[in-house]
């Protein structure tokens, strides 16, 4: 792969190439319901394994597979997990398996690992699953003395199998495991809800219906909040947040009220664990009953099932599970005989290793809190993600009439910079009403800077945003434009709007930007107040933040694409695929994209390559069209190297690949800024924008000194940004020394850890720096406030 020196200080890092796995066997099932991205898990464990050197195997049909032997359990190879990256469910097969429950059954399927030498587990499911294997490593020592007293095993089986290590990650769509930010296959889940949700969203305008969605859950109201959030549903029913007694007539009072305002439908949804402050279910036909009652409105129901388990797993799915894969393969090299069982989790934007007993008695913990009435309790066990979620809702669910606004009669401008980027939209919508309840009077402003210098300024109301979530682009107009020309008309603007505050949601030129304004208080009064900016761009190239609005939608609408190339690729044999990606010059989109997709060789400008990197690369792909998988997937980032352009690389291939295999090019181009946002683009665009505006509000009582507001304080121009594992307003002052300017790019950018990860999957030696790997840490209740989960 390209750029493949290795390292030149190796002495003060770890490297994966330190942890040897010959010798070992590892063992990879998935038990209890399915879940989209299981399939990306187990093929991150088997190659990580084979990479180590370890032998691993597959368990099918989960435990079934581990009591009743045979071959249910297989040993994997490299080719055996081709072509499952982008297919839903699991293809090892999962099932529920009472014997397991069983001391018999337990000694069974312990007898089947040690005839073959197997001391290493990877369990992916839910907390009974992982339950059951815990269980399963303490009696394991037990189970054996059984099997030598029987005579089915002997001594030296006993030595040499006498520590059962295992690694669990979380399979389930419901999200309701504690210690992990997402589970896999919950994004996925989202994806599927919001695709009908926006499908229903047009019949139901035309007919002027009321629509009741039920959603998965069991007792997590995880899926229908979010989902709620991502599609700015009018009601929303959930176990941890039981409505007060008399909901009935606050609901039909607010649908009412919506239709009132010329609002053609309304949305309700259901969790279908959801109850009322009784314990009393509430279910999607007695809402139906009520609202045809109480308002003769049309009203349908649909209950969405296991739609929502179905269907291709999304990008953040893939890479959330393939760097759990890799992660628990770690975890497993590295148990001693003290280590407990554990959990990989994703806090933040981190992969971490739990106790997986903590995280089970934490998560039971969620529903005796429930059972006892203790609802708040149960929301704050649930973590932080849950609780953002949950504040925002409410934060921006019920419109309180004017005479019950606070008025702080402050006015804040809200404003898009830079290129359209999807959940832009999601943004302004939240910022509008968080500003308006917050007692502000809020204004647009059309065409990014351009307009502002030419006072395409208006109020904007609670209603004018109204389905704004789901809409791709940018509604407000974006432009490229920066200030620096136009200052002195964009200060006279704002001294005519009496423009207190401003928020700018946008990409690199919004940073250049709030720079520039910022630099200029000396000389202009008007910019003298809080200014924030959010970052919406698909090309993640923002100092200060991690992760960007827009760019996960953009992420899915590579793979959608690498997805559908493939399958044509394997149609017909041999032949290579060259895709050019956006992104500028940086190479987020590319790699990530690449990991998704399960992409060969990813070209980027923050990795230099030259033309003995190619000819390797080329020479990577003759010996793979060897073998049974007969196609390869090559990304470049547009701006990775200005002579080896896309025809350049799509020739040589060609030339060099001559009669063994042949080449297609394809560019992208703007499919990549995607049609719809994501439901995590939605859903970030919503919590970071009221985030920025509770933080303008907070700034505005501090600097409201003499009857006006007035601050030239460093801190008060800044970028809300998500670092590591916690959400952080950062002064834009201070990020210029991060920043190549000329590039457009940060100086340290932290998904450049995941390219080894990725040349790795797809059989390239390559040094892997896992110093910030396995530290075990402890599930604490406390948790850094405000993160986002982020792939």
């Not at 007993?357 to 529903?367: D, L, N, S, W």
């Not at 630099?519 to 933040?545: H, K, L, Q, W």
């Not at 200005?642 to 560019?667: A, H, M, P, W």
């Not at 390239?764 to 896992?770: A, C, G, S």
Request: contains cysteine; aromatic residues 8%; charged residues 25%.
């Amino acid at each position: 792969m390209a750029g493949n020196a290795g390292p030149k200080r190796q002495d003060t890092r770890k490297f994966v190439e330190n942890l040897s796995g010959a010798g070992k066997c590892i063992a990879v099932l998935t038990s209890g319901g399915d879940a989209q991205g299981m399939n990306a898990a187990v093929r991150a464990v088997v190659r990580m394994g084979i990479y180590v050197g370890a032998k691993v195997y597959f368990i099918h049909e989960g435990y079934q597979g581990m009591v009743d032997g045979g071959d249910n359990i297989k040993e994997a190879t490299w080719e055996s997990v081709s072509s499952m990256l982008q297919v839903g469910g699991t293809v090892i097969g999962s099932a529920r398996c009472k014997e397991f429950r069983t001391h018999e059954g337990r000694l069974k399927a312990a007898h089947n690992l040690v005839q073959r030498g197997i001391t290493n587990l990877c369990v992916i499911g839910g907390d009974g699953s992982l339950t059951g294997a815990n269980l399963f490593r303490e009696e394991w020592s037990g189970l054996l003395n059984e099997l030598l007293e029987q005579g089915l095993i002997n001594e030296e089986a006993v030595s040499s199998n006498s520590v059962l290590h295992i690694v669990g990650m979380v399979g389930s769509i419901d999200n309701d495991f504690c210690g992990t930010d997402m589970t896999i296959g919950t994004d996925s889940a989202l994806h599927r809800i919001i695709e009908v949700v926006d499908a229903i969203m047009t019949t139901a305008q035309s007919h002027q219906r009321t629509f009741v969605l039920e959603v998965m859950g069991r007792h997590c109201g995880y899926l229908a909040l979010v989902s709620a959030l991502a599609c700015g549903a009018d009601w929303v029913f959930i176990p941890e947040m039981p409505p007060d007694d008399g909901w009935e007539d606050n609901m039909c009072q607010k649908l009412s009220e919506n239709r009132a305002d010329k609002k053609r439908l309304n949305i309700i949804i259901v969790a279908e664990g959801a109850i009322d402050s009784h314990n009393k279910a509430i279910t999607p036909d007695y809402i139906k009953d009520l609202v045809v009652r109480c308002l003769g409105f049309d009203t349908r129901v649909t209950i969405l099932g296991h739609v929502q388990r179905g269907g291709t797993p999304s990008a953040f799915d893939r890479i959330l599970a393939s760097r759990m894969g890799v992660e628990a393969v770690l975890a497993l090299l590295e148990a001693s005989t003290e280590t407990p069982a554990c959990v990989v989790s994703l806090v933040g934007n981190q992969a971490v290793r739990l106790p997986l007993m903590e995280c089970v008695q934490m998560t039971q913990e969620v529903q005796k809190a429930m059972d006892e009435k203790k609802f708040d309790e149960a929301v704050r066990l649930r973590g932080r993600s849950f609780e953002n979620n949950l504040s925002t809702y409410r934060l921006l669910s019920y419109r309180k009439l004017d005479s019950e606004l606070p008025n702080s009669s402050f006015n804040v401008a809200v404003m898009n910079v830079g290129a359209p980027a999807a959940g832009m939209n999601a943004a302004v919508r939240s910022a509008v009403r968080v500003g308006i309840t917050e007692g502000h009077k809020m204004f647009a402003v059309n065409d990014g800077f351009e307009g502002f210098a030419k006072g395409q300024i208006k109020e904007i109301k609670w209603g004018d945003v109204g389905g704004w979530t789901g809409q791709g682009g940018s509604l407000l107009g974006t432009k490229r434009t920066l200030p620096a020309k136009h200052l002195a008309k964009i200060a006279e603007q704002m001294r005519i709007h009496n423009i207190n505050a401003l928020l700018v949601i946008g990409g690199f030129e919004a940073y250049v930007g709030l720079l520039e304004l910022s630099s200029a208080r000396d000389e202009y009064p008007e910019f003298c107040v809080p200014m924030v900016m959010v970052p919406a761009t698909v090309s993640n190239n923002i100092p200060g933040s991690d992760l960007s609005i827009g760019s996960d939608t953009a992420l899915n609408a590579i793979t959608d694409t690498c997805d559908r190339i493939k399958q044509s690729a394997s149609g017909t044999k041999r032949r290579v695929f060259i895709i050019e990606t956006m992104g500028g010059y940086c190479g987020y989109l590319a790699t990530v994209g690449g990991l998704a997709a399960g992409a060969d060789t990813v070209y980027i400008y923050e990795e230099t390559f030259d033309i003995r990197d190619l000819q390797a690369n080329v020479e990577h792909l003759t010996q793979k069209m060897k073998t049974s998988i007969q196609r390869g997937l090559v990304l470049r980032n547009e701006n990775c190297n200005e002579n080896f352009t896309t025809d350049f690389i799509y020739q040589l291939y060609s030339e060099e690949g001559r009669g063994v295999f042949d080449c297609r090019k394809n560019i992208l181009g703007h499919m990549q800024q995607g049609g719809a946002p994501s439901p995590f683009d939605r859903n970030f665009g919503t919590k970071v924008a009221a985030k920025a505006m509770q933080w303008i509000t907070r700034m505005l009582k501090e600097s409201y000194k003499g009857g006006k507001v007035f601050t030239n304080a460093e801190d008060t121009a800044c970028l809300l940004g998500m670092r590591r594992r916690a959400m952080v307003f950062q002064p834009v002052a201070q990020l210029r020394e991060e920043t190549d300017f000329e590039h457009r790019i940060p100086k340290e950018q932290w998904w450049l850890k995941l390219r080894p990860l990725m040349k790795i999957l797809a059989k390239y030696k390559t040094f892997y720096d896992v110093s910030d790997a396995g530290q075990l840490e402890h599930v604490t209740r406390v948790r850094p406030k405000d993160f986002q989960p982020s792939v």
